[in-house]
């Protein structure tokens, strides 16, 4: 199974020894591409002795310094969750994740991308902004205490029940996903057209607007031409505003369109 392209994602993970325990529970199930994000001690002998012969999968680990750089060249990412957040996010139970991860890693869309948070508190709201959809392991709802390790390895395991399904096999995508390096230079162009039409944030502190439009692509899953699609609507509206800037010679410019909520964000 290590020949396709998914990969765990460990984010400022603090204790060396979870991550040595997580590349156990990688081969374990036959995966291999692990990527470590700010790391605060790697590598570190206690790694090494967690790993219980999963050395090889430390010795490939990549090293980053951001999310960004871990997930560039990926199509669908996925976030780990303990909680449920279905109001904006999609959330999948580990078993129907490990079928989606398989589909989408044989149909040769980029790397699948499984993100753990911190050992304390989990994923960030920023870092999930990166992610389409959660991934929740059901445990015990009286008592949802999975460390890192114990998450990764039930996710594995069923990525693996996944792969050894009879008819498994996904048709390639006629289109592949927007990897998240296209999806960001989406939303920096959707920023800039908002702020040149003078579209207002009137959300809950002005702050949250951005976090909700990319809440709500992300839950779209975009392929990489509806994505060029969009940004060439953008470059459109650019070039006939600029145009009508000029007609207008310095008059009003029509105002400002506004954007209204009194939500929080989640």
Same mark, same amino acid.
């Given at each position: ?7 765990? @994602? /460990? ?28 790391? *605060?001690?790697?590598?570190? +002998? ?22 960004? &750089? ?14 449920? !957040? ?6 999948? &139970? ?11 890693? *044989? ?15 989990? /994923? ?5 902004? $990166?992610?389409?959809? /959660?991934?929740?392991?059901? $445990? ?10 114990? $998450? $990764? ?19 390639? !995508? ?5 990897? +998240? ?27 949250? /607007? ?15 031409? &509806? @994505? ?29 369109? &506004? ?8």
């Amino acid at each position: 199974m290590t020949d396709l392209p998914i990969r765990f @994602v /460990l984010i400022d993970t603090s204790h060396p020894g979870n991550i040595g325990a997580v590349a156990r529970a990688m081969k374990n199930m036959g995966l291999s591409e692990l990527v470590l994000v700010n790391p *605060r001690q790697f590598p570190d +002998p206690e790694a090494t002795a967690r790993a219980s012969g999963a050395d090889d999968v430390l010795d490939r680990a990549r090293v980053v310094g951001t999310l960004a &750089e871990a997930i560039a060249d990926c199509g669908l990412v996925m976030g780990t969750t303990a909680r449920t !957040r279905e109001h904006y996010f999609r959330v999948l &139970e580990a078993r129907e994740a490990g079928q989606r991860i398989v589909a989408e890693a *044989r149909a040769g869309s980029g790397a699948v991308a499984v993100l753990f948070g911190t050992e304390r508190f989990g /994923l960030s709201n920023e870092h999930l902004l $990166a992610t389409p959809a /959660l991934l929740r392991i059901p $445990a015990n709802p009286a008592y949802e205490s999975l460390n890192i390790a114990m $998450a $990764a390895q039930l996710i594995a395991y069923e990525i693996r029940m996944a792969w050894h399904e009879p008819g498994g096999a996904a048709a390639p !995508r006629e289109t592949p996903l927007a990897t +998240p390096q296209q999806m960001e230079l989406f939303y920096t162009h959707l920023g800039q057209v908002m702020q040149e039409a003078e579209f207002r944030d009137r959300t809950q502190n002005g702050t949250h /607007l951005m976090a909700r439009i990319r809440r709500m692509f992300n839950r779209a899953e975009l392929d990489s031409n &509806e @994505v060029n699609i969009l940004r060439g609507i953008l470059k459109a509206v650019q070039k006939q505003r600029r145009s009508w800037v000029d007609a207008r010679s310095g008059g009003n410019e029509g105002g400002a369109i &506004e954007a209204r909520s009194t939500a929080t964000d989640g």
